[in-house]
């Protein structure tokens, strides 16, 4: 493979060392210079031109040409933020819409949260002067709740729309909506790949605007055999162009944080021992929970005579355009989300991507220049076995979520909604008869008075629920921590390399044996009483405590908003296991042979994570937040719990029947315990 190939001294491969002539030059350009010489810019006027006539356009261009941060900057020039109504702009990811308001305000000479603005969940930098506001596709969609009419708004794009995640799927029905009861709203569907077509045929074959692309020849190069391991690959293929090739930045596309920070520390390690036998490289991250302004970083020019070498999940795919990008390692993976309707179970799962994808990742690497992708996969495999696109997000995640919103809207007959590929009809019953379980819905499907105060809550339906039961069993000020902790739980324990002994003895301390839900409490409760200390946070290993605060007082004021009392009942952990069940009573799994737990409705294997700190107690029933597919299914943070309280929760979801314990069965008469369930 070319990973041997470059190893090889002398080898005829076209990869052997090259003359350092073609160095890119990296001229420092001022921020109008860069405006001027995007793609966008000489359709400036064009585009102006072609919203005022149309309601609705659909915007073509590849990546990195101007769309994002310069056509809510040109309308606004011309006048649509004049009677100063917003032009909002959503983004599938978090990362994408704050660094990109970053960014658009800087070249406007503004203040971050001032004229120009962003809001994702449960953070809304934005302020009464805000102009251009980007967002999350979801809070948008949460923002319909409050604003149905969008009124607040004269233009509205929805951008990167290519990505197809399930709230840019929904927005497309809601704002089409919209589009024909507020002519004055004008409508841009923008997207990076040949998906305009289609986008177009749905919005009433709404006009196509072209960006023509700009692009340097790719050279695409795989290997002669699958790799066993793509991280240690990536690795060498990094090690490997910054000693034979010119300079030039690197961009490699890892799945997650774990993957990243590992690869970074094998990278680093490996350099370290090089020590001054090569140039430069500089080592950079980019995930979705690496602090904003750790995330900043992978912008800074690469000083001369060094390199880049950037380490980024599926977000450098489209979203975020990092300049000077020369060579692209593809190991040809992603994270993905799966629901399978008929166990109810979703799990987060690393896949192949699709060639489109493929085709994204290696287009990064040429648009400065020409430049190489790396593929870490075979020919045969991309030709025969990656899927032709990605299956959009409402085909395959549960959907739960946005069925609450969408009723929560008053949008009751949702078979009929105008959807741009419809979801699977067994998804959709699937998440109506959740709903029914959690009470949010009553037996004719509309929404109930529990339903409306779940909605409220900008997290999953079940988390919503708990928040909720949290009344019933006086927890609610542990259950709003566990839950803010619980949206950033991975990123809360940190584990250096060279001192993964010293973080975990650091991390069993604050386990507890009811689960690590309680252990996550811990956590927060000890922080909290050092006053927030950084440096407390720093000796136990422990990260992003700021955001959980963060989210932890925006679920305060929302609980208010419901009429709930924050009230603690720290040492009652049977209640605050309760509340949590009455939430999550869907994921309960029952302990079986060999230390395995099958799920209790439909017995499927699922088994504890090790980093769980019920990993070695093996409690009969517990209860897990989600499940994380490795090498086998893994339930991440669980807690025990009994299965009497399921009686108690859910009545009208589990039967006595089914929480008979086979194992009591078994026992002898004598122990007496054949009637537990009764
Ligand atoms: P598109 O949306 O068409 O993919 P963008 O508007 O996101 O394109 O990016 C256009 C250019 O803006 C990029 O090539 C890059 O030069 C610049 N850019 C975008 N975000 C940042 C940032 N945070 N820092 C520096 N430059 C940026
Ligand atoms: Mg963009």
Not at 23 to 50: C, G
Not at 324 to 332: E, H, K, W
Request: charged share 25%; aromatic share 8%; hydrophobic share 40%.
């Amino acid at each position: 493979d070319f990973i041997q190939a470059l190893q090889m001294p002398g080898s005829k491969d076209k990869l052997k060392k090259e003359p350092e002539l073609t160095e890119v030059e990296m001229k420092k350009l001022t921020i109008e210079e860069t405006k001027r010489s995007l793609p966008i810019f000489p359709f400036r006027d064009d585009l102006i031109q072609a919203v005022q006539e149309h309601q609705v356009l659909i915007i073509e261009g590849e990546t990195g040409s101007g769309k994002t941060t310069q056509i809510p900057q040109y309308l606004h020039e011309a006048g649509f933020t004049a009677d100063g109504k917003k032009i909002g702009c959503t983004q599938p990811r978090r990362v994408a819409a704050m660094s990109v308001a970053a960014r658009v305000a800087q070249e406007m000479g503004v203040k971050l949260g001032n004229e120009v603005g962003y809001a994702i969940r449960f953070e809304d930098c934005t302020s009464e002067r805000t102009i251009i506001k980007y967002m999350t596709d979801g809070t948008l969609h949460r923002e319909f709740l409050s604003e149905p009419d969008l009124q607040s708004y004269n233009v509205m794009i929805i951008d990167e729309a290519h990505e197809r995640t399930l709230h840019t799927d929904i927005l497309f029905g809601l704002v089409k909506d919209i589009a024909r009861f507020r002519p004055d709203l004008k409508l841009l569907i923008s997207s990076a790949t040949l998906d305009a077509q289609k986008f177009s045929e749905f919005f009433d074959d709404a006009p196509i605007f072209r960006i023509p692309g700009r692009r340097f020849p790719v050279d695409i190069y795989y290997t002669k055999a699958p790799e066993a391991d793509y991280v240690d690959a990536c690795v060498i293929s990094i090690l490997q162009i910054h000693v034979t090739q010119p300079l030039g930045d690197i961009l490699v596309f890892l799945t997650g944080q774990e993957e990243i920070e590992t690869c970074q520390e094998l990278l680093q390690d490996r350099l370290r021992r090089l020590g001054s036998k090569v140039k430069e490289l500089i080592v950079l991250p980019v995930y979705a929970n690496l602090p904003s302004d750790m995330q900043a970083k992978i912008f800074d020019p690469t000083p001369p005579g060094a390199r880049k070498v950037v380490l980024a999940t599926n977000i450098a795919e489209t979203s975020l355009t990092i300049d000077n990008i020369i060579y692209v390692i593809d190991p040809g993976f992603a994270k993905q989300n799966h629901f399978n309707s008929r166990t109810g179970m979703e799990s987060l799962m690393v896949v192949p991507i699709s060639k489109a994808s493929a085709n994204q990742r290696a287009g990064r690497a040429g648009r400065v220049a020409a430049g190489k992708c790396f593929r870490l996969y075979t020919a045969w495999s991309y030709k025969h076995e990656l899927e032709d696109n990605t299956v959009p997000e409402i085909q395959r995640i549960n959907l739960g979520n946005a069925v609450l919103m969408l009723k929560a809207l008053g949008i009751n007959d949702l078979v009929h909604f105008d959807f741009l590929d419809p979801p699977p009809h067994e998804t959709l019953v699937l998440a109506l008869e959740q709903l029914y379980a959690l009470g949010a819905l009553n037996h004719h499907g509309e929404l109930t008075k529990l339903g409306r105060r779940m909605a409220e809550f900008p997290v999953d339906p079940m988390m919503a629920k708990a928040l909720l039961a949290s009344e019933k069993y006086k927890c609610s000020e542990e259950i709003v921590t566990i839950t803010a902790m619980l949206s950033v739980n991975s990123a809360i324990f940190y584990r250096p390399k060279d001192k993964i002994i010293h973080a975990d003895t650091a991390r069993k301390n604050f386990n507890h044996l009811g689960g690590d839900h309680l252990s996550l409490l811990n956590v927060y409760n000890q922080w909290r009483d050092t006053d927030y200390s950084t440096q407390w946070c720093y000796e136990n290993f422990i990260q992003s405590m700021k955001r959980a605060r963060d989210v932890r007082e925006q679920l305060v004021g929302l609980m208010q908003r419901v009429e709930i009392e924050i009230v603690s009942n720290i040492n009652e952990t049977v209640n605050i296991r309760k509340a949590i069940t009455a939430g999550y009573f869907y994921h309960v799994a029952r302990l079986s042979k060999g230390g395995n737990y099958k799920t209790a409705k439909h017995n499927q294997t699922v088994t504890i994570h090790p980093n769980s700190a019920l990993f070695e107690e093996l409690p009969r029933w517990i209860l897990y937040h989600e499940l994380v597919f490795t090498t086998k299914e893994f339930m991440r943070q669980v807690i025990e719990i009994e299965s009497k309280w399921l009686l108690e929760v859910a009545p009208h979801y589990y039967k006595p029947k089914e929480l008979e314990d086979s194992t009591n069965k078994k026992m002898p008469k004598t122990i007496g315990r054949t009637t537990m369930t009764d």
